[in-house]
């Protein structure tokens, strides 16, 4: 497969990839002057070549029995072919999703599931597999952003890039992925807002978005996602209020919001969160007294509300909660 990006053809950077520099000008030094205008043109228009479709198909061909890969419906060992696609150029990339790619309904290439780690962008070209339902890509060293082009993928159940160096911000096109149960993108680079568009995808029931640089408030909107089971928002630059929303999605069980600058009380409705088994607030700047919605949580696992800035003094019914005084004692909580 091609590895040489069409746009590196004119600066000659794939000949300094395999010769040192002083050669390649002393080579290149050798054309005539008056040719050098017409060797620039014919970098070019070979850097035009290989940007097409119609090259990477008989590129592709040569190199690779694309007809036998095209059968595969599920990829437990990655093709090496597989594995050049990230870092491809996009006409072969293209190509190669639509000859090879196609019938493909889960993509499992986390680097627990391969040899070694994808390198690389996400090619926009994924919107071409409309049959996959699953994605996981994880613990790999893909860059550059999330393609607003997945938001094409309308089968999509299970989407999971986390550990990646992934960054700019989610796309909004993800909210049309109306069949998508898991969201995954942990400990990666996204940043900017939660993006509203989220709440359209109603079927999850797991938003796991930690250890990012996104910020910005939580949008209320996300109280829509009344399947959630899993809600881990941790370690970013999120700021406002805990919005009162969340204290819809009474199929919570995991409420994990620590790490952020969040301001303001804990909702007075929390006690609607009755399935909580862990909920975590801590590093923020919290402030007020503890609802006495938290006296109903009676399935708390765990509970942390270190480090921020609520009053010290609770109400009796709060202290007469053996499974909320068992983690308020240990922070300097009182009557």
């Not at 010769?19 to 054309?31: A, F, G, N, W, Y």
């Not at 928002?233 to 009474?250: I, K, R, Y």
Request: proline share 7%; charged share 20%; hydrophobic share 45%.
């Amino acid at each position: 497969m091609v590895a040489v990006e069409p746009r590196d053809v004119d600066r000659g950077s794939y000949l300094q990839h395999v010769l040192p520099t002083e050669l390649v000008e002393d080579i290149l030094s050798r054309t005539a002057p008056w040719q050098v205008a017409r060797l620039a043109r014919l970098c070019r228009r070979v850097a035009a070549v290989l940007a097409t479709d119609q090259f990477a198909q008989l590129n592709l061909a040569r190199f690779y029995a694309l007809k036998d890969l095209a059968l595969r419906r599920e990829i437990l060992v990655p093709h090496p072919s597989d594995v050049r696609w990230f870092a491809s150029p996009a006409s072969v990339q293209r190509v190669y999703a639509l000859r090879a790619l196609a019938q493909l309904t889960t993509l499992n290439w986390s680097h627990g599931f391969i040899v070694h780690p994808l390198a690389g962008r996400i090619p926009a070209a994924i919107e071409l597999l409309r049959n996959l339902t699953r994605i996981d890509l994880g613990e790999n060293e893909l860059v550059g952003p999330i393609p607003a082009s997945v938001g094409r993928l309308r089968s999509l159940r299970f989407l999971s890039l986390r550990d990646n160096r992934i960054d700019g911000p989610i796309p909004r096109e993800i909210g049309n992925l109306s069949l998508l149960t898991h969201l995954i993108l942990p400990r990666n680079r996204l940043s900017g807002p939660l993006p509203d568009e989220l709440s359209r995808i109603t079927q999850l029931t797991h938003l796991r978005l930690g250890d990012n640089q996104l910020f910005g408030p939580i949008p209320p909107s996300l109280g829509a996602l009344l399947n959630l089971v899993e809600l881990y928002l941790e370690g970013n630059q999120l700021t406002g209020p805990v919005p009162a929303e969340l204290c819809a999605l009474t199929k919570l069980r995991s409420l994990m919001l620590n790490r952020n600058q969040l301001a303001g009380p804990l909702p007075e409705g929390i006690g609607a969160l009755t399935y909580l088994s862990e909920l975590d607030v801590s590093s923020n700047q919290l402030t007020g007294t503890l609802p006495a919605g938290l006296c109903v949580l009676t399935n708390l696992r765990w509970l942390n509300l270190e480090r921020n800035q609520f009053d010290k003094k609770v109400s009796h019914a709060i202290a007469a909660s053996p499974v909320l005084w068992r983690f308020l004692s240990r922070e300097s909580f009182h009557v």
